[in-house]
Protein backbone atom coordinates (compact mmCIF):
# COMPACT_ATOMS: atom_id res chain seq x y z
CA UNK A 1 0.00 0.00 0.00
CA UNK A 2 1.36 3.52 -0.69
CA UNK A 3 2.07 5.64 2.18
CA UNK A 4 0.29 8.72 2.82
CA UNK A 5 0.20 11.95 4.78
CA UNK A 6 -2.31 14.27 6.16
CA UNK A 7 -0.79 17.81 4.49
CA UNK A 8 -2.44 21.03 3.07
CA UNK A 9 -2.37 21.07 -0.97
CA UNK A 10 -1.04 23.99 -2.67
CA UNK A 11 -2.01 25.67 -6.00
CA UNK A 12 1.33 24.44 -7.54
CA UNK A 13 0.40 21.11 -6.71
CA UNK A 14 2.97 20.64 -3.55
CA UNK A 15 1.86 20.06 -0.35
CA UNK A 16 2.64 21.46 2.97
CA UNK A 17 3.12 19.84 6.50
CA UNK A 18 2.40 22.89 8.05
CA UNK A 19 0.47 26.07 7.16
CA UNK A 20 2.69 29.21 7.99
CA UNK A 21 2.78 33.09 6.55
CA UNK A 22 5.99 34.10 6.26
CA UNK A 23 7.26 38.02 6.96
CA UNK A 24 10.99 38.09 5.71
CA UNK A 25 12.81 40.96 5.97
CA UNK A 26 14.12 43.23 2.44
CA UNK A 27 17.76 43.70 4.13
CA UNK A 28 19.23 43.38 7.54
CA UNK A 29 17.12 47.03 8.52
CA UNK A 30 13.97 45.58 8.39
CA UNK A 31 14.87 43.02 10.41
CA UNK A 32 13.37 44.68 13.57
CA UNK A 33 10.02 45.36 11.60
CA UNK A 34 9.69 41.49 10.83
CA UNK A 35 10.48 40.12 14.07
CA UNK A 36 7.30 42.64 15.98
CA UNK A 37 5.32 41.54 13.31
CA UNK A 38 5.80 37.76 13.76
CA UNK A 39 6.19 38.15 17.93
CA UNK A 40 2.49 39.79 17.54
CA UNK A 41 1.01 37.10 15.32
CA UNK A 42 0.33 33.39 15.98
CA UNK A 43 1.13 31.07 12.84
CA UNK A 44 3.53 33.41 11.11
CA UNK A 45 7.46 33.01 10.86
CA UNK A 46 10.53 35.26 9.84
CA UNK A 47 13.80 34.50 8.56
CA UNK A 48 16.47 37.05 9.75
CA UNK A 49 19.85 35.94 8.53
CA UNK A 50 23.06 36.72 10.61
CA UNK A 51 25.31 39.87 9.67
CA UNK A 52 22.70 40.63 6.92
CA UNK A 53 23.76 41.26 3.33
CA UNK A 54 26.14 44.73 3.83
CA UNK A 55 30.12 43.91 3.62
CA UNK A 56 29.27 40.61 1.31
CA UNK A 57 30.23 40.25 -2.45
CA UNK A 58 27.60 39.41 -5.13
CA UNK A 59 27.85 35.59 -4.71
CA UNK A 60 26.75 35.56 -0.85
CA UNK A 61 23.85 37.97 -1.34
CA UNK A 62 22.75 36.07 -4.04
CA UNK A 63 22.90 33.35 -1.19
CA UNK A 64 20.83 35.43 1.16
CA UNK A 65 17.90 36.02 -1.77
CA UNK A 66 18.09 32.33 -2.46
CA UNK A 67 17.66 31.76 1.22
CA UNK A 68 14.56 33.94 1.56
CA UNK A 69 12.81 33.35 -1.76
CA UNK A 70 13.65 29.59 -1.00
CA UNK A 71 11.58 30.13 2.47
CA UNK A 72 8.65 31.37 0.15
CA UNK A 73 8.98 28.71 -1.90
CA UNK A 74 8.93 26.02 0.53
CA UNK A 75 5.61 24.30 0.56
CA UNK A 76 4.44 25.01 4.30
CA UNK A 77 4.64 28.34 3.09
CA UNK A 78 0.86 29.49 3.00
CA UNK A 79 1.53 33.23 1.68
CA UNK A 80 4.75 35.77 1.81
CA UNK A 81 4.85 39.15 2.95
CA UNK A 82 8.06 40.63 2.55
CA UNK A 83 8.81 44.50 4.35
CA UNK A 84 11.45 46.75 2.57
CA UNK A 85 12.45 49.91 2.76
CA UNK A 86 11.66 51.10 -0.65
CA UNK A 87 11.52 50.15 -4.40
CA UNK A 88 15.06 49.93 -5.54
CA UNK A 89 16.37 50.40 -1.92
CA UNK A 90 19.90 49.10 -1.38
CA UNK A 91 21.58 45.49 -2.81
CA UNK A 92 19.35 44.29 -5.75
CA UNK A 93 19.57 40.76 -4.95
CA UNK A 94 17.71 41.53 -1.76
CA UNK A 95 15.86 44.57 -3.26
CA UNK A 96 12.26 43.80 -2.35
CA UNK A 97 10.23 43.92 -5.33
CA UNK A 98 13.07 41.17 -6.96
CA UNK A 99 12.51 38.64 -4.18
CA UNK A 100 9.02 39.24 -4.93
CA UNK A 101 8.94 38.78 -8.59
CA UNK A 102 11.09 35.38 -7.69
CA UNK A 103 8.70 34.25 -5.09
CA UNK A 104 5.85 34.76 -7.24
CA UNK A 105 6.54 31.80 -9.60
CA UNK A 106 5.63 29.70 -7.04
CA UNK A 107 2.31 30.85 -7.54
CA UNK A 108 1.05 31.63 -4.03
CA UNK A 109 0.37 34.63 -2.44
CA UNK A 110 3.10 37.37 -1.78
CA UNK A 111 3.17 40.65 -1.04
CA UNK A 112 4.99 43.82 -0.39
CA UNK A 113 4.83 46.81 2.44
CA UNK A 114 7.57 49.75 2.76
CA UNK A 115 8.25 52.03 4.95
CA UNK A 116 8.12 54.97 2.01
CA UNK A 117 4.85 53.49 1.28
CA UNK A 118 3.14 53.03 4.77
CA UNK A 119 4.74 56.04 6.70
CA UNK A 120 7.45 55.24 8.70
CA UNK A 121 8.81 52.25 10.22
CA UNK A 122 5.90 52.47 12.96
CA UNK A 123 3.40 52.26 10.78
CA UNK A 124 4.88 49.72 8.39
CA UNK A 125 4.63 47.36 11.58
CA UNK A 126 1.13 48.17 11.72
CA UNK A 127 0.36 47.65 8.20
CA UNK A 128 2.61 44.11 8.35
CA UNK A 129 0.54 43.05 11.27
CA UNK A 130 -2.60 43.73 9.55
CA UNK A 131 -1.61 41.61 6.72
CA UNK A 132 -0.59 39.15 8.48
CA UNK A 133 -3.63 38.17 10.58
CA UNK A 134 -5.66 38.25 7.30
CA UNK A 135 -3.40 35.95 5.61
CA UNK A 136 -2.99 33.79 9.16
CA UNK A 137 -6.60 33.62 8.63
CA UNK A 138 -7.05 32.70 5.48
CA UNK A 139 -4.74 30.12 5.96
CA UNK A 140 -6.21 28.79 8.75
CA UNK A 141 -9.57 27.41 5.66
CA UNK A 142 -7.03 24.83 4.27
CA UNK A 143 -7.67 21.90 5.16
CA UNK A 144 -5.43 18.26 5.88
CA UNK A 145 -6.36 16.00 3.01
CA UNK A 146 -4.52 12.39 2.40
CA UNK A 147 -1.75 12.63 0.04
CA UNK A 148 0.97 10.39 -1.23
CA UNK A 149 4.13 10.36 0.47
CA UNK A 150 6.17 11.25 -3.23
CA UNK A 151 5.26 14.55 -2.12
CA UNK A 152 7.31 14.86 0.81
CA UNK A 153 10.73 16.01 0.57
CA UNK A 154 12.98 15.60 3.78
CA UNK A 155 16.70 17.17 4.42
CA UNK A 156 19.01 15.32 7.12
CA UNK A 157 22.31 16.76 8.67
CA UNK A 158 24.30 14.60 11.45
CA UNK A 159 25.87 16.21 14.84
CA UNK A 160 27.48 15.73 17.81
CA UNK A 161 28.70 12.39 16.43
CA UNK A 162 29.96 8.92 18.24
CA UNK A 163 30.18 5.44 17.44
CA UNK A 164 26.09 5.14 17.98
CA UNK A 165 26.02 7.71 14.82
CA UNK A 166 27.76 5.12 12.37
CA UNK A 167 26.00 2.01 14.12
CA UNK A 168 22.50 2.73 14.66
CA UNK A 169 21.20 6.39 14.10
CA UNK A 170 22.50 7.12 10.96
CA UNK A 171 22.05 3.64 9.37
CA UNK A 172 18.11 3.82 10.62
CA UNK A 173 17.56 7.11 8.78
CA UNK A 174 19.17 5.72 5.71
CA UNK A 175 16.67 3.08 5.96
CA UNK A 176 13.71 5.51 6.35
CA UNK A 177 15.02 7.57 3.32
CA UNK A 178 15.16 4.29 1.02
CA UNK A 179 11.59 3.76 2.18
CA UNK A 180 10.70 7.51 1.13
CA UNK A 181 12.45 7.39 -1.82
CA UNK A 182 11.05 4.04 -3.24
CA UNK A 183 7.79 5.74 -2.24
CA UNK A 184 8.48 8.50 -4.54
CA UNK A 185 9.66 11.05 -2.18
CA UNK A 186 12.89 12.95 -2.21
CA UNK A 187 15.45 13.06 0.64
CA UNK A 188 18.21 15.80 1.03
CA UNK A 189 21.82 15.04 3.05
CA UNK A 190 24.43 17.54 3.24
CA UNK A 191 27.63 18.61 4.92
CA UNK A 192 30.21 18.73 2.39
CA UNK A 193 32.83 18.33 4.93
CA UNK A 194 31.62 14.53 6.23
CA UNK A 195 32.05 13.62 2.76
CA UNK A 196 36.06 13.54 3.14
CA UNK A 197 37.69 10.46 2.59
CA UNK A 198 34.52 8.63 1.44
CA UNK A 199 33.85 11.19 -1.50
CA UNK A 200 35.19 8.48 -3.83
CA UNK A 201 32.36 6.08 -2.93
CA UNK A 202 29.68 9.01 -2.91
CA UNK A 203 30.47 10.43 -6.37
CA UNK A 204 29.84 6.93 -7.88
CA UNK A 205 26.63 6.82 -6.46
CA UNK A 206 25.97 9.46 -8.60
CA UNK A 207 23.20 8.84 -11.76
CA UNK A 208 25.26 12.31 -13.70
CA UNK A 209 28.72 11.60 -14.25
CA UNK A 210 28.66 15.75 -14.22
CA UNK A 211 27.51 15.45 -11.01
CA UNK A 212 30.03 13.50 -9.46
CA UNK A 213 32.68 15.88 -11.05
CA UNK A 214 30.92 18.51 -9.01
CA UNK A 215 30.75 16.60 -5.33
CA UNK A 216 34.14 15.93 -5.72
CA UNK A 217 34.96 19.44 -6.86
CA UNK A 218 32.99 20.81 -3.79
CA UNK A 219 34.98 18.31 -1.11
CA UNK A 220 38.39 19.59 -2.85
CA UNK A 221 37.53 23.15 -2.26
CA UNK A 222 36.21 22.55 1.23
CA UNK A 223 39.54 21.07 2.13
CA UNK A 224 41.92 23.54 -0.32
CA UNK A 225 39.70 26.66 2.13
CA UNK A 226 40.65 24.53 5.13
CA UNK A 227 44.63 24.48 4.10
CA UNK A 228 44.84 27.88 3.40
CA UNK A 229 44.19 28.63 7.14
CA UNK A 230 47.41 26.82 8.20
CA UNK A 231 45.33 23.72 9.96
CA UNK A 232 44.55 20.83 8.03
CA UNK A 233 40.80 20.15 8.54
CA UNK A 234 41.41 16.59 8.77
CA UNK A 235 43.60 17.47 12.35
CA UNK A 236 40.57 19.78 13.54
CA UNK A 237 38.17 17.39 12.81
CA UNK A 238 36.72 15.30 14.93
CA UNK A 239 35.37 18.18 17.26
CA UNK A 240 36.58 17.82 20.75
CA UNK A 241 32.65 16.09 21.67
CA UNK A 242 33.54 13.69 18.84
CA UNK A 243 36.99 12.53 20.40
CA UNK A 244 35.70 12.20 23.66
CA UNK A 245 32.79 10.10 22.10
CA UNK A 246 35.41 7.97 20.67
CA UNK A 247 35.90 8.83 17.13
CA UNK A 248 39.49 9.44 16.11
CA UNK A 249 39.97 10.42 12.53
CA UNK A 250 37.55 12.53 10.01
CA UNK A 251 37.92 9.39 7.72
CA UNK A 252 36.17 7.28 10.63
CA UNK A 253 33.57 9.79 11.16
CA UNK A 254 32.72 10.52 7.60
CA UNK A 255 32.56 6.56 6.64
CA UNK A 256 29.32 6.85 9.80
CA UNK A 257 28.18 10.12 8.21
CA UNK A 258 27.02 8.83 4.92
CA UNK A 259 25.33 5.86 6.10
CA UNK A 260 22.65 8.65 6.52
CA UNK A 261 22.37 8.70 2.91
CA UNK A 262 21.09 5.05 2.30
CA UNK A 263 21.52 3.07 -0.45
CA UNK A 264 19.77 4.79 -3.36
CA UNK A 265 21.29 6.29 -6.22
CA UNK A 266 21.89 10.22 -5.96
CA UNK A 267 20.05 11.99 -8.82
CA UNK A 268 21.50 15.30 -8.36
CA UNK A 269 24.00 17.27 -6.68
CA UNK A 270 22.95 20.54 -5.45
CA UNK A 271 24.61 24.30 -4.59
CA UNK A 272 23.73 25.44 -0.90
CA UNK A 273 20.27 26.36 -0.23
CA UNK A 274 19.04 25.31 -4.37
CA UNK A 275 15.56 23.67 -4.71
CA UNK A 276 16.24 20.20 -6.83
CA UNK A 277 13.83 19.93 -9.73
CA UNK A 278 13.17 15.84 -9.50
CA UNK A 279 12.71 12.69 -6.93
CA UNK A 280 14.74 10.78 -5.25
CA UNK A 281 18.23 11.39 -3.30
CA UNK A 282 20.30 14.52 -3.61
CA UNK A 283 23.82 15.59 -2.31
CA UNK A 284 23.82 19.66 -1.19
CA UNK A 285 26.81 21.34 -1.05
CA UNK A 286 26.87 22.53 2.96
CA UNK A 287 28.42 23.10 5.99
CA UNK A 288 28.54 21.26 9.09
CA UNK A 289 27.19 24.05 11.19
CA UNK A 290 23.39 23.08 12.70
CA UNK A 291 22.90 26.90 12.68
CA UNK A 292 22.95 27.26 9.24
CA UNK A 293 22.40 23.36 7.88
CA UNK A 294 18.33 23.58 8.80
CA UNK A 295 17.17 26.20 7.54
CA UNK A 296 19.12 25.63 4.19
CA UNK A 297 17.29 22.44 3.92
CA UNK A 298 14.67 24.12 4.29
CA UNK A 299 15.02 26.55 1.69
CA UNK A 300 15.80 23.80 -0.69
CA UNK A 301 12.46 22.88 -0.08
CA UNK A 302 12.34 20.28 2.75
CA UNK A 303 9.47 20.13 4.91
CA UNK A 304 10.68 18.47 7.36
CA UNK A 305 14.46 18.12 8.53
CA UNK A 306 15.80 15.87 10.93
CA UNK A 307 19.30 16.24 13.27
CA UNK A 308 20.49 12.54 14.19
CA UNK A 309 22.44 13.05 17.57
CA UNK A 310 25.32 11.31 18.62
CA UNK A 311 25.31 12.68 22.01
CA UNK A 312 27.73 10.78 23.78
CA UNK A 313 29.64 13.37 25.81
CA UNK A 314 26.63 15.44 26.80
CA UNK A 315 27.09 17.12 29.91
CA UNK A 316 23.72 16.70 31.71
CA UNK A 317 20.45 15.01 31.96
CA UNK A 318 18.15 17.57 30.10
CA UNK A 319 21.18 19.22 28.64
CA UNK A 320 21.18 22.67 25.96
CA UNK A 321 20.82 21.68 22.75
CA UNK A 322 21.47 23.04 19.42
CA UNK A 323 19.09 23.99 16.60
CA UNK A 324 16.04 23.99 18.85
CA UNK A 325 14.07 24.76 15.76
CA UNK A 326 15.78 27.15 13.24
CA UNK A 327 14.73 25.47 10.22
CA UNK A 328 12.18 28.32 9.83
CA UNK A 329 9.02 26.79 8.16
CA UNK A 330 10.27 23.34 8.06
CA UNK A 331 9.85 21.08 11.06
CA UNK A 332 13.13 20.18 12.82
CA UNK A 333 13.43 16.52 14.51
CA UNK A 334 15.68 15.41 16.60
CA UNK A 335 16.47 11.68 16.66
CA UNK A 336 19.58 9.55 18.28
CA UNK A 337 20.87 5.99 17.77
CA UNK A 338 22.27 6.44 21.64
CA UNK A 339 20.25 5.05 24.18
CA UNK A 340 21.83 7.06 26.61
CA UNK A 341 21.57 10.36 24.98
CA UNK A 342 17.86 9.14 24.16
CA UNK A 343 17.14 9.28 28.41
CA UNK A 344 19.68 12.26 28.84
CA UNK A 345 17.68 14.33 26.26
CA UNK A 346 14.22 13.05 26.86
CA UNK A 347 12.56 16.40 26.43
CA UNK A 348 14.58 17.09 23.22
CA UNK A 349 14.88 13.44 20.96
CA UNK A 350 11.57 13.00 18.89
CA UNK A 351 13.23 9.22 18.10
CA UNK A 352 15.50 6.99 19.31
CA UNK A 353 16.95 4.26 17.79
CA UNK A 354 18.78 2.91 20.38
CA UNK A 355 16.98 -0.04 20.77
CA UNK A 356 20.04 -1.70 17.52
CA UNK A 357 22.75 -1.10 20.15
CA UNK A 358 20.78 -2.83 22.95
CA UNK A 359 20.30 -5.36 20.36
CA UNK A 360 16.58 -5.75 20.75
CA UNK A 361 15.39 -4.43 17.42
CA UNK A 362 16.91 -3.98 13.81
CA UNK A 363 18.26 -1.17 11.74
CA UNK A 364 15.52 -1.87 8.98
CA UNK A 365 12.88 -2.77 11.76
CA UNK A 366 14.08 0.96 13.28
CA UNK A 367 14.11 2.60 9.50
CA UNK A 368 10.27 1.66 9.39
CA UNK A 369 9.68 3.07 12.45
CA UNK A 370 11.17 6.21 12.08
CA UNK A 371 9.45 6.55 8.60
CA UNK A 372 6.32 5.94 10.29
CA UNK A 373 7.12 9.04 12.83
CA UNK A 374 7.84 11.02 9.74
CA UNK A 375 4.73 10.40 8.35
CA UNK A 376 2.91 11.31 11.78
CA UNK A 377 4.89 14.75 11.91
CA UNK A 378 3.67 15.30 8.39
CA UNK A 379 0.84 14.95 8.97
CA UNK A 380 0.37 17.34 11.99
CA UNK A 381 2.37 15.90 15.48
CA UNK A 382 4.13 18.69 16.47
CA UNK A 383 7.86 17.27 17.37
CA UNK A 384 9.64 18.49 20.57
CA UNK A 385 11.18 21.77 19.61
CA UNK A 386 7.82 23.14 18.29
CA UNK A 387 6.51 22.99 21.25
CA UNK A 388 9.16 25.92 22.02
CA UNK A 389 8.91 29.71 21.24
CA UNK A 390 12.92 29.80 20.69
CA UNK A 391 14.25 29.56 17.05
CA UNK A 392 18.61 29.51 17.23
CA UNK A 393 19.80 32.22 14.98
CA UNK A 394 19.97 32.00 11.32
CA UNK A 395 23.47 31.43 9.80
CA UNK A 396 24.16 31.15 6.19
CA UNK A 397 26.87 29.20 4.62
CA UNK A 398 28.72 32.55 2.94
CA UNK A 399 31.97 31.93 0.91
CA UNK A 400 33.62 34.72 1.96
CA UNK A 401 35.89 37.11 2.41
CA UNK A 402 33.66 39.89 4.00
CA UNK A 403 34.98 43.41 3.16
Known sequence: MTPTFLGFPRINDTVGTRNYVLVIPAGRVLSIAATRVTEYVTGTKTAIIGGGEVGHHKRDRERIARLLVGFAKNPNTFATIILGAKRNFGYREVEPYTLAHEIAKAGKPVEVLTVEESGGLERLVEDGIAMARRYVHLASLVRREPVSAENLTIGVKCGWSDATSGIAGNPTFGKAADLLINAGGSVIFSETTELIG???????????????????????EVEEAAKRTGEDIRAINPIPSNIVAGITTLEEKSLGAVRKAGTSPIVSVLEYATQPTKKGLHFMDGWMSAFSLPMSLAAAGAQISLYQLGGEDLPSND????????????????????????????????????????????????????????????????????????????DAYFLGPVF
Do not use: W
Not at 198 to 220: F, N, P
Not at 360 to 379: D, H, P, R, W, Y
Open 198 to 220: TEQDIAGRCVDKADASRLLAMVH
Open 319 to 394: PPMLATNNAVVASLMMITGNPRTASKAERSIDFSSGAIITGTATVEQMGEALFAKILSIASGEFTKGETINYADPL
